[in-house]
C-alpha cells in the first residue's frame, strides 16, 4: 500500500514511521495512528502522523489495516 496517498493512512492502524531526529538513520518507530497531520492528498516523504504515543513522523510502513 503505497504510504504517500493520504486516503490509504487511517487512525488506528500499526504504522511505522520515521521521526525528525531519526531520518538520517531511517530508524523505524512502530506505533497505533492516532492524528494524520499532512493536510495534502499526496507527499512524496510519507504521511505526517500523530502516534497514540505522541510521537510525530512519516509513515514508512503499514502494518496493520483498520
Excluded: C
Aim: without cysteine; aromatic residues 0%; glycine residues 8%.
Amino acid at each position: 500500500m503505497d504510504v504517500t496517498i493520504r486516503e490509504n493512512i487511517k487512525p488506528g492502524q500499526e504504522v511505522d514511521i520515521v521521526l525528525k531526529k531519526d531520518q538520517a538513520a531511517e530508524k523505524l518507530t512502530r506505533g497505533v495512528v492516532a492524528d494524520i497531520l499532512t493536510n495534502s492528498p499526496r507527499h512524496p516523504h510519507g504521511i505526517k502522523v500523530r502516534l497514540e504515543s505522541g510521537e510525530v513522523g512519516r509513515v514508512k510502513n503499514i502494518i496493520s489495516r483498520s
